[in-house]
């Protein structure tokens, strides 16, 4: 996020864009629903007429993967009726001529028929939105989870830079991350391509300074990603794998082409706190210790790093994850100093990251610190780019065209399946499952299917279905709701039985690889 | 700025600010039953009042703006003599058999029984040690010995996983409907202030829950002052004076609320959210304050495990499975390179464990082939 939850009780303005908040966010759509209860305006644009949704003024179901239609159909009605930022655009941001270019390329009414919405909606809502600075873009995996995802997160930029309301309190772009420390891991550079701190691998400055820290020799290339890692299991040029974590074999997409993925691994490692689909696979499982056994930090969604506190033991003879990779380094040659989650981050992450140099534990006893902190005395960073002035000079516009998801609905498979989460359960369920309670407020998957197409089908509400892909199928009971638009299945990845993993494509966005778990072409059957 | 007088020193205030706020940022401690922060205020316990100079009245300082040149008392003698009248009539109007030993012996016997007889009774209130009632009829001297026990049915809503209401012990104050309609926004608990067509009047104007709308956050337990709205899972395992409490982050979404673990003998037996810490506020949802026993499953792994020929898993030593890692890892180095190495870091445990990772993959196997779940 650029920007803080503490804005969103403040800010006067959301325009939520494929987040599915009041489940996925719990805590942070409180802010965002009293902030409406308290006079703010909120726009909701998802196909499905979601929790969050029922608090907006206005709601817009764009069709699943029309996003970028739909956003450069705003910013149509933005500059021909000159409702943009001319003075931020001109003193703040690069491109705007080739931007435009584009979007007068999608008047409402173009962008209206790929969206599904009328025309007068769209300029109503470029209307809307421009008529209270700032505003603040919200936005999930709704936006990231498209074979044209990174051109979805580019759009908001555009759009939100547009506006002129990057840089400022109660504005920016805001993912809400979805894992607790998923905005850490990034952080911590587990990703293939930088260390630590965002510092690039191909980087040779960089690579020197971490060799010298490491005392190693470091490879110039950047890594692969998850999708070529797993191809290369099956192709041999991977041959050993290590699973830290991850229950890969019910997340990714297309289960039966993941487990044979895994299947083909010469030698495989888990880390984990539990047996999982994935763990099956191994050939080595070290358990772990968990949440509350050990002491470190998470980063959130808003880049703040808080505590995590040991509590009480492991079972048995679990060992905190640090230590297992230390006591592989040394069987492999490397000593290792820092011995606890406090010495890492003090006398290593800190010191490496230059975003972190600011952060050591001993400043975040309480409330945590959001990045970039870079010195002891500095207060933490609630959002970025102040004042318009962005980390890399100018904002950028990126014009983007319009890419439809790879599979698209047809006679035999005519509707669309979206994916998300559920309030009950997170992803797998190796974790709540286990909690007392929350198996009997969420215990099975459902299809959920609009009261259009249960009725077309014949289906009634919690009749057994059959759902199928080109890749799987699965029966799940008929959930019929009103949040659903017609032509439209959403199901959840928490249960293994009635996984939409089953059915979900594994086709990826060029740049970042990242799934399109938000489309891919269906059929629902009654079950006799 | 403008000034009051609170009990005759000199207090600033911002016009727009109750007394009681005005008195809280001067550090001068109002009782309070029925305010919640960062909601409206309802006004209806009356244990706040305080003495105004030129009101005959006693007003309640929660509702009443501070005013240029206002004279407060806020712990006169009439002013305490208010309050402990307010509280013996809310003890009176549940069953808080806390304070039974007050009672005349001919009396005692048979309200204990006829009380721990009722369900969820059976064991001391679940807010023992951590109520607001109990501890301002202490502080107040308050006793229920002249009063007679309520007896009497009262409703009770125990038939969902996660929450008991126990309405025996309502003092009627309504943070919990102000917790789950202005708080969380659920408008699951409409307010009982007036007659609801779904509750039966004789038995009196209770909260009572609309599991439609509910999300199971429990919000309103962690806003209720007494022991009328409880956890299932916490019931009778701790106390508030015999748990350690230990600050930590959420390990579910990436909003990062700030938990408070209440921990005894070595268990987490109930989880509340940090007042006041960012970025949650104290606020919290169903997988955040109910999704932390996990931990504790049968099913956790307690041992390494390497995989025999037969394809079962066969428990070995730490020493084992390291170094048949640590070598099967350097023998696939050596014959095809560090490139075929690949791992996936964990987007759910501490930013330590993923750094050490990276560095075993980058510094160590000598390869960047190290991702995780973030682009998936």
């Known amino acids: ?528 | 700025m403008s000034q009051i007088k609170i009990n005759g020193r000199e207090v600033p205030f911002e016009p727009g600010q109750t007394i009681l706020e005005a008195a809280k940022a001067a550090g001068i401690t109002i009782p309070t039953l029925c305010h919640l922060p960062q909601t409206q205020a309802s006004g209806v316990c009356r244990v706040c009042v305080v003495e105004v100079a030129g009101s005959d009245r006693l007003l309640p300082s929660c509702e009443t703006p501070a005013a240029e040149g206002m004279e407060v008392k806020t712990d006169s003698p009439r002013v305490r003599e208010a309050r402990k009248g307010i509280l013996e009539m809310l003890l009176a109007s549940g069953q808080h058999n806390c304070l039974v030993m007050d009672l005349p012996p001919e009396k005692w016997t048979s309200f204990q029984i006829e009380t721990m007889s009722r369900p969820w009774h059976d064991q001391i209130c679940p807010a023992h040690g951590d109520c607001r009632l109990q501890d301002l009829a202490v502080e107040y001297g308050v006793t229920v010995a002249a009063q007679e026990p309520p007896s009497g049915e009262f409703p009770l809503d125990d038939e969902h996983p996660m929450i008991v209401r126990d309405f025996s012990r309502c003092i009627q104050c309504g943070r919990c409907v102000a917790a789950c309609n202005e708080v969380q926004v659920n408008r699951a608990i409409p307010a009982p202030w007036g007659p609801r067509k779904d509750q039966d009047p004789d038995q009196g104007w209770y909260p009572l829950v609309d599991y439609d709308n509910c999300t199971h956050c429990g919000e309103c337990v962690q806003a209720c002052p007494v022991g009328a709205l409880f956890e299932k899972k916490a019931y009778g395992l701790a106390y508030a004076n015999d748990v350690e409490k230990v600050r930590t982050t959420c390990p579910y979404c990436g909003v990062g609320c700030q938990l408070w673990l209440h921990v005894k003998d070595g268990k987490i037996v109930k989880v509340t959210g940090v007042e006041n810490g960012s970025p949650n506020k104290g606020r919290l949802c169903v997988k955040g304050r109910f999704g932390y026993d996990f931990i504790f499953s049968d099913e956790r792994l307690t041992t390494p495990l390497i995989k025999q020929a037969d394809g079962s898993f066969a428990e070995a030593s730490w020493d084992e499975a390291l170094d048949l890692v640590a070598n099967r890892f350097m023998e696939i180095k050596q014959k095809h390179g560090p490139d075929a190495l690949a791992g996936v870091s964990c987007a759910r445990s501490i930013n330590e464990d993923s750094y050490q990772m990276q560095k075993l993959f980058r510094a160590v196997i000598g390869t960047n082939n190290i991702d995780h779940c973030a682009r998936t």
């Open chain 1, 1 to 528: 996020m650029t920007n803080s939850f503490e804005d969103f009780p403040k800010a006067k303005m959301f325009f939520i864009i494929g987040s599915n908040t009041t489940e996925a966010h719990p805590v942070a759509a409180t802010f965002l629903k009293q902030a409406v209860q308290d006079g703010a305006q909120m726009i909701v644009v998802d196909p499905r007429y979601s929790g969050i949704a029922e608090h907006a003024q206005m709601h817009v179901p764009i069709k699943v993967g029309s996003d970028v239609a739909f956003i450069n159909g705003l910013m149509h009605v933005l500059i021909s009726e000159e409702l943009y930022d001319k003075d931020y655009v001109q003193s703040c941001t690069v491109g705007f001529d080739s931007l435009k270019e584009k979007v007068l390329e999608w008047p409402p009414e173009r962008a209206a028929e790929v969206a599904g919405v009328p025309a007068e909606t769209i300029v109503a809502v470029a209307r809307k939105l421009a008529s209270v600075k700032p505003a603040m873009l919200i936005y999930t995996l709704g936006i990231t989870e498209h074979t044209c995802g990174v051109n979805n997160v580019l759009s908001c930029a555009n759009l939100q830079m547009l506006l002129g309301n990057v840089g400022f309190e109660c504005g920016g772009v805001n993912p809400l991350r979805g894992q607790n420390n998923v905005q850490g891991a990034c952080d911590m550079g587990a990703l293939p391509n930088v260390y630590p701190g965002y510092q690039k691998v191909i980087d040779e400055a960089a690579r020197k300074k971490f060799e010298e820290a490491w005392g190693a020799e470091l490879s110039p290339n950047n890594g692969l990603m998850m999708p070529a890692m797993m191809d290369g299991l099956v192709d041999g040029t991977v041959k050993a794998f290590y699973v830290f974590g991850e229950n890969l074999a019910n997340t990714e997409p297309d289960i039966r082409h993941v487990e044979h993925c895994l299947e083909s691994a010469e030698f495989m490692v888990c880390n984990d706190i539990f047996p999982t689909e994935t763990t099956r696979f191994a050939d080595v499982i070290l358990p772990a210790t968990a949440w509350s056994e050990d002491d470190g930090t998470f980063t959130n969604s808003e880049r703040r790093v808080s505590r995590v506190r040991k509590a009480v033991e492991a079972p048995g003879v679990s060992k905190p994850n640090w230590w297992v990779f230390k006591e592989i380094a040394k069987r492999m040659g490397h000593d290792w100093e820092a011995n606890s989650g406090q010495e890492i981050w003090d006398n290593e992450i800190s010191v490496l990251a230059p975003q972190m140099v600011g952060i050591k534990f001993e400043r975040i006893e309480n409330d945590g610190l959001q990045w970039p902190v870079p010195d002891l005395d500095h207060p933490g960073t609630p959002y970025l780019h102040k004042e318009g002035c962005f980390t890399c000079g100018l904002g950028n516009f990126t014009p983007v065209e319009w890419t439809p998801p790879a599979e698209v609905p047809d006679e035999e498979y005519p509707l669309v399946l979206s994916t998300g989460r559920r309030l009950y359960h997170y992803h797998t369920r190796t974790q709540t499952g286990r909690c007392a309670g929350l198996n009997d407020l969420l215990g099975e998957e459902t299809a959920d299917i609009s009261l259009a197409d249960a009725a077309k089908l014949g289906i009634s509400d919690g009749e057994r279905v059959k759902v199928s892909s080109r890749r799987g199928e699965v029966e799940v009971r008929a959930r019929v709701t009103k949040q659903v638009q017609e032509g439209m299945v959403w199901m959840a990845f928490h249960f293994r039985e009635g996984c939409a993993n089953w059915l979900t494509n594994p086709v990826y966005d060029p740049v970042s690889q990242t799934a399109e778990y938000k489309a891919c072409s269906v059929k629902v059957e009654k079950l006799a």
